[in-house]
């Protein structure tokens, strides 16, 4: 009995560290900007059509997997990748503390100009 209620005591003390985390790790090739899902799979992302590849993940700002369609309609600011075809791959919802993280490259030419330290989640421009 006394070793159940410390597992449930260290599960609980995991389950809200995890959810005081405010900034989640993004991959370097990501990049940052505003997506609006028009009819999933199309999309406008910075003024641009785009479009959700096949298998694509979008994780809200709660970091739970979310459906494109339940997201149809809504200005998101989101950090994003890119698959090898120009189809959006894996996105982030940004969280308002993620949002304030700056500067964040919006261009893959930005990126491969700025210097990115992955332990801080912080780009240096040059």
Do not use: H
Request: proline share 7%; aromatic share 8%.
């Amino acid at each position: 009995m006394y070793r159940c209620a410390s597992v449930a005591a260290l599960a609980a003390a995991l389950c809200s560290a995890a959810l005081a985390q405010d900034v989640r790790y993004f991959p370097r090739d990501a990049l940052r900007g505003e997506l609006q899902i028009t009819q999933p799979p199309d999309a406008v992302l910075n003024g641009q059509p785009a479009r959700l590849a096949p298998g694509s993940r979008i994780r809200g700002a709660n970091n739970m997997l979310a459906l494109s369609g339940s997201l149809v309609g809504q200005k998101l600011v989101v950090n994003y990748t890119i698959d090898s075809s120009g189809l959006l791959k894996d996105l982030w919802v940004l969280t308002e503390a993620e949002q304030k993280i700056s500067p964040w490259p919006r261009s893959p030419s930005e990126a491969a100009a700025w210097r990115f330290d992955n332990a801080t989640q912080t780009w240096a421009k040059p």
